[in-house]
């Protein structure tokens, strides 16, 4: 379903060449939206995409874009049409090897190793059959592929806290201290309990929203809130998990420090928290007026 609209606007031969062989593994690609001046502000990107007869050529840089040093080609979003606004962004198909395109340089991310990277674009021709779906098209397949990955990045952040839930329930029983387990002790208890609950309830948030996306129903207010929850609630769960482990959670060895670095990044991937706030109340407020 994350390739639904993806498949429905793009042509045969777009299909065979590169969305059968992602479906299958045998390629990956990147996600090439974001920019130095333009993150939340989609409307603000700078990339552009000029028509020279039967191509397009693309000159820009996009900044902190996962996987992209080891995409088999990647999903550029470029402004056509600058007078246009938003509706002037368009979505190109992009193999790797095009002359043009380069990882220039890899990010030292929080959490994600070697996997951020930026991408340049200078003289980056591009057959006008890579442009998938229609001109100025490309921020609504950009908002369809960031809802459905806000509920798929929050399923990964549930099954991240139902680790740490699992690994700290048995460190509570193992763990001894004044002649008993560290999980006898209320306070310890009190840890565990709003771990379990948060985290059924970002279960229930997580499957609503994939009913929705699967039944093809509107779900930007609940992939925000979905994202947003889930987010937060890993955060505290890996804090949590710190200090009910004590001395032993902040060992390298333990990897519970990792999973605290990697936990951080998800509150400003796919939208801050204060984006999904925004976003959310935006909508209240605007059914609210209807």
Same mark, same amino acid.
């Given at each position: 379903?994350?390739?639904?609209?993806?498949?429905?606007?793009?042509? *045969?031969?777009?299909?065979?060449?590169? +969305?059968?062989?992602?479906?299958?593994?045998?390629?990956?690609?990147?996600?090439?939206? =974001?920019?130095?001046?333009?993150?939340?502000?989609?409307?603000?990107?700078?990339?552009?995409? *000029?028509?020279?007869?039967?191509?397009?050529?693309? #000159?820009?840089?996009?900044?902190?874009?996962?996987?992209?040093?080891?995409?088999?080609?990647?999903?550029?979003?470029?402004?056509?049409?600058?007078?246009?606004? &938003?509706?002037?962004?368009?979505?190109?198909?992009?193999?790797?090897?095009?002359?043009?395109?380069?990882?220039?340089?890899?990010? #030292?991310?929080?959490?994600?190793?070697?996997?951020?990277?930026?991408?340049?674009?200078?003289?980056?021709?591009?057959?006008?059959?890579?442009?998938?779906? #229609?001109?100025?098209?490309?921020?609504?397949?950009?908002?369809?592929?960031?809802?459905?990955?806000?509920? @798929?990045?929050?399923?990964?952040?549930?099954?991240?806290?139902?680790? +740490?839930? &699992?690994?700290? =329930?048995?460190?509570?029983?193992?763990?001894?201290?004044?002649?008993?387990?560290?999980?006898?002790?209320?306070?310890?208890?009190?840890?565990?309990?709003?771990?379990?609950?948060?985290?059924?309830?970002?279960?229930?948030?997580? +499957?609503?929203?994939?009913?929705?996306?699967?039944?093809?129903?509107?779900?930007?207010?609940?992939?925000?809130?979905?994202?947003?929850?889930?987010?937060?609630?890993?955060?505290?769960?890996?804090?949590?998990?710190?200090?009910?482990?004590?001395?032993?959670?902040?060992?390298? *060895?333990?990897?519970?420090? @990792?999973?605290?670095?990697?936990?951080?990044?998800?509150?400003?991937?796919?939208?801050? =928290?204060?984006?999904?706030?925004?976003?959310?109340?935006?909508?209240?407020?605007?059914?609210?007026?209807?």
């Amino acid at each position: 379903h994350v390739f639904k609209l993806w498949f429905s606007v793009s042509r *045969e031969e777009q299909r065979r060449r590169f +969305l059968a062989p992602l479906v299958a593994g045998d390629v990956t690609t990147c996600f090439a939206l =974001s920019e130095a001046e333009a993150g939340s502000d989609l409307a603000g990107l700078r990339t552009r995409a *000029e028509r020279r007869g039967d191509r397009y050529v693309l #000159d820009g840089v996009k900044n902190i874009i996962s996987n992209a040093a080891q995409a088999d080609f990647a999903m550029v979003f470029a402004v056509t049409d600058p007078s246009a606004g &938003a509706r002037g962004v368009t979505c190109f198909l992009v193999p790797a090897d095009t002359p043009g395109f380069r990882v220039s340089r890899t990010h #030292d991310c929080v959490g994600f190793k070697g996997y951020q990277a930026e991408i340049s674009f200078d003289g980056c021709e591009v057959p006008a059959a890579n442009v998938l779906g #229609d001109e100025g098209q490309g921020l609504l397949l950009a908002m369809d592929w960031i809802n459905g990955n806000r509920v @798929r990045t929050s399923a990964w952040m549930a099954g991240g806290t139902r680790h +740490l839930l &699992a690994r700290s =329930s048995h460190f509570a029983g193992q763990r001894r201290q004044f002649g008993a387990p560290i999980g006898s002790f209320q306070a310890i208890q009190i840890k565990l309990a709003d771990m379990a609950t948060e985290l059924f309830a970002a279960e229930q948030m997580i +499957l609503r929203s994939a009913w929705l996306r699967d039944h093809g129903q509107d779900l930007r207010r609940e992939a925000s809130m979905t994202k947003l929850f889930c987010s937060e609630m890993v955060n505290r769960a890996a804090w949590e998990a710190m200090q009910i482990h004590g001395g032993a959670g902040c060992l390298r *060895e333990t990897g519970l420090e @990792r999973i605290y670095r990697m936990a951080r990044v998800f509150t400003v991937v796919e939208g801050t =928290s204060e984006i999904q706030r925004v976003s959310i109340a935006r909508s209240l407020l605007k059914h609210a007026a209807a």
